[in-house]
């Protein structure tokens, strides 16, 4: 399966694969409109070997086939304040 993939110009580290390139109207509008602008970045084949650095490539692919998207998120960000800061105070 092939994927279109673009990066929010909204929101940090999150991007969009698209079943058809430039296939915008797949996306239900609340989220158009939450990622803003959406830059081309990757034209990638999903093939059963293929990885992804933060994505299942199954999930990627189903997602894909049944809604003509997919979206991934940043990962989440640790809490700041459980960090060892190196004070022992």
Same mark, same amino acid.
């Given at each position: 399966?092939?994927?279109?993939?673009?990066?929010?110009?909204?929101? /940090?580290?999150?991007?969009?694969?698209?079943?058809?390139?430039?296939?915008?109207?797949?996306?239900?509008?609340?989220?158009?409109?939450?990622?803003?602008?959406?830059?081309?970045?990757?034209?990638?084949?999903?093939?059963?070997?293929?990885?992804?650095?933060?994505?299942?490539?199954?999930?990627?692919?189903?997602?894909?086939? /049944?809604?003509?998207?997919?979206?991934?998120?940043?990962?989440?960000?640790?809490?700041?304040?459980?960090?060892?800061?190196?004070?022992?105070?």
């Amino acid at each position: 399966m092939h994927a279109f993939v673009y990066k929010s110009l909204n929101k /940090a580290d999150t991007y969009v694969y698209l079943a058809g390139r430039d296939a915008f109207e797949r996306l239900p509008d609340p989220l158009r409109s939450t990622l803003g602008a959406l830059r081309f970045v990757l034209d990638v084949e999903l093939t059963g070997q293929r990885t992804l650095a933060r994505e299942n490539p199954e999930v990627v692919r189903r997602n894909l086939a /049944a809604q003509g998207f997919h979206v991934q998120f940043p990962p989440s960000m640790a809490d700041p304040m459980t960090a060892d800061w190196g004070t022992d105070a």
